[in-house]
């Protein structure tokens, strides 16, 4: 249906979808005036507005009256989309019942299974997925749902995705996989959760950043313990700094003593010809520079 002006009973319908006037749409879809899937200036239906909104009885009462389920806005989201990005359940079963498709894209490639996943709503998740919605779909920018849970720190929603298959060192177009992302945000949790799946430990980055160089530039100590544990490398990566430089940098000086205790080099120099010492005297971090300071003369880590 092509976008038009719209009309003042184009106008109610929409506003009693959006407020979840049953009784009052109704009315107007029974006065013959005005179309079950009338479009604004964005493409939004009354059906899309009601989903996002959780109406259920306008839902229900715009598909039985002829509402497409199928019918997107100019961004390409359906109805499906918005009430799984809204967590309302009921609303998802009777759309998917209606055929509604359950992995229609928008236009950045986003998907139903992708808003759930970032909103976490779990049990939304597990209906889309049961229902057929493919756990490997991407964005544009080929981030995935578990890379969206695990930036987000939904425990449970990116367990359930492993179970069903999740590609764990999937990447997205800069290189960064659900590990990497997890470890910047602090999410120790999904960090030990990844990795006891098999997560790749360094794998870094495009601009050669790993996720222990990144909790450790955050000063997220629990997230590097959890990294520590699986031996990453505490050598120069090729980004052309170490762990250590980045943690000297953010001034974080519990991740510093994490790593010297792991082995990691307190000498070794950046590529521009700094130590972490060095790093954390530039920048004025003057605990982590006198704790680097007593341990220059150690000799800990290899070259």
Known sequence: MSLKKESLSDVQLHLAALHGDALLLRKIL?????HVDSKDKDGTTPLILASANGHYECVKELIEQGADPKSKRITGTTPLFFAAQGGFLDVVRLLLDKG?????LSIDGGSP???ACQCGH???VKELIERGAQVNTHMKDRASPLFIA????HYKILGYLLERGAQIDCRRTDGATALWIAAQMGHAGIVERLLSAGADVDAARHDGATPLFKASHKGHSSVVAELLKRKPSLGILSNGETALHAAAFSGSLPVCKQLIGAGAN???KNQEGRTPLDIAAKHKRGAVRDYLKSCEGRGRGDE
């Open 150 to 153: 695990a930036q987000n720190g």
């Open 100 to 104: 509604a498709p359950v992995d229609s």
């Open 266 to 268: 307190p000498r070794l």
């Open 30 to 34: 029974d006065s013959g005036k005005v």
């Open 122 to 124: 779990i049990d939304v």
């Open 113 to 115: 299974l992708f808003v």
